[in-house]
């Protein structure tokens, strides 16, 4: 059962900072692109960041490019959000996805983490 919880998510001001980690379970992990998503209630799910199997590679939404880092421990099974110089709209629940094709696409979600940024 393959399995993504996140954590790390809370209540910071504006300006602040928080790092969400993303623990996965599973053989899968060091085959997978990992990404960070966000969704603001009444508004479709948002691509944040995106990092390749190796960490050699990611991308940024142009809203968080300069203030947002993704990085991955493989050894570890993790993936991480560093989030600085965080801003009123970037209050969101934030979702970790693990996608990775083996014989055939397969695609993970975590449960969430609350993401809330005070003015």
């Known amino acids: 059962q393959v399995q993504l919880v996140e954590s790390g998510g809370g209540l910071v001001q504006a300006g602040g900072s928080l790092r969400l980690s993303c623990a996965a379970s599973?053989?899968?992990?060091?085959?997978?692109?990992m990404n960070w998503y966000r969704q603001v209630p009444g508004k479709q799910r948002e691509l944040v960041a995106t990092?390749?199997?190796?960490?050699?590679?990611?991308n940024y939404a142009d809203s968080v490019q300069g203030r947002f880092t993704i990085s991955r421990d493989n050894a570890k099974n993790t993936v991480y959000l560093q989030m600085n110089s965080l801003k009123p709209e970037d209050t969101a629940v934030y979702y970790c996805?693990?996608?990775?094709?083996?014989?055939?696409?397969?695609?993970?979600w975590g449960q969430g983490t609350q993401v809330t940024v005070s003015s």
């Open positions: 996805n693990a996608k990775f094709r083996l014989l055939k696409d397969y695609e993970y």
């Open positions: 599973g053989a899968f992990f060091s085959i997978s692109a």
């Open positions: 990092i390749n199997n190796s960490g050699g590679s990611t």
